[in-house]
DNA sequence: CCCGAAGTGGAGGAAGTCCTCCGCATGTGG
DNA sequence: CCACATGCGGAGGACTTCCTCCACTTCGGG
């Protein structure tokens, strides 16, 4: 398993191509043909593919990314252990999800990245266990559950179909009044 | 604008063709291919367009049976104004929506469908004001917070990712939760 | 029963996407 | 500075999907 660097070039490259990919699929949706990703990245489609074998891999990747930035984002929330900050995590976590690298979310279950999402369910069960312990979350609330919302406000957020006054934050907040224990 | 009817034959194959086109669409996504949808329908491809010039013409006449069915929910559920009306009318509307002509709900706002989408917002409208008549709701919810649950639920139920124990009732019980009146 | 209007199927051209191949360019270790 | 491993671009073949066209079939009113 030795793998050497990349060239430099190759790097910036490969980043180029991420950044690319996230606007292509936020902009047009997944199925955004990979020829388009290249030509936004100012890059030939050989080096797409090369550095990323399949459209899978390439949001694979992207998923890494934000992963991580959720598990920051849940670090910080943790800091403040008062009982507010799952709150404040699912907050901040869906405004990062609506950022280009959002779109990646479609995949959240993707074998190759469980190790990444195990240490996001920690932080989570972390943050509602002091929730709950501070009496700001039902007790019967899962970590499956704030998946699904998230899951659900990627649905709202990509549905802004012209008419709608659809607002994310509005489900948002409609999700976190019924996290919160009834009377 | 005189239409005359169909020949009997030409009915009942449009009628196949949405039959075919719903549980195409449920299980491959809108993104399938019309042949595919001929095919399933036993039918040729000109047969399909002929019926419904574009993919959209034919989405829109799903969701038109789907609003139908929606308001025949909601009138159901007014028919006994105690306050229940409104949590029973989202369980059973979004019971609808999990069948295969669900899979028109992402059209929501299109425009060819306004009045139906009239009619089926003053049902909500009437279930939201005896639900709150009823102290059951919140004051502060809109017709457009439900529309946003729907479409919320569709994305949860269209992301069942392989490993995700995600169920979408389980998000619908969430929601109905942050429905309802602060202690 | 008959005949014209209405309807039908599937071939096939246009367009888009996927992905590979290979001759050329460029970074880098010695 | 040089050699060569590494990386690059874009042409192009295989494939898929879209949608039209037209010769043939079927329905149904008189």
């Given at each position: ?96 999800q ?19 999402r ?50 994310w ?7 976190l ?7």
């Amino acid at each position: 398993m030795e793998v050497r660097p990349l060239r430099r070039d190759a790097a910036a490259n490969r980043e180029r191509v991420l950044s690319a990919a996230a606007d292509v699929f936020h902009e047009r949706g997944l199925a955004a043909g990979l020829d388009d990703v290249a030509r936004r990245a100012g890059v030939g489609v050989a080096t797409v593919y090369r550095r990323f074998p399949s459209r899978e891999a390439l949001l694979e990747a992207l998923l890494a990314d934000l992963f991580d930035a959720y598990t920051a984002v849940a670090d910080a929330a943790l800091a403040q252990p008062d009982g507010t900050g799952l709150a404040s995590y699912v907050r901040t976590a869906s405004e990062v999800q609506a950022t280009p690298r959002g779109c990646a979310l479609r995949l959240w279950s993707s074998p190759a990245l469980e190790p990444r999402r195990e240490l996001l369910h920690q932080r989570m069960e972390a943050l509602l266990g002091d929730a709950k312990a501070h009496g700001t979350c039902r007790d019967d609330v899962t970590v499956d559950d704030l998946v699904g919302m998230f899951v659900a406000l990627r649905g709202v957020r990509e549905s802004l179909t012209a008419t709608a006054a659809l607002d994310w934050r509005r489900h948002l907040e409609l999700c976190l009044a019924g996290l919160r224990p009834a009377s």
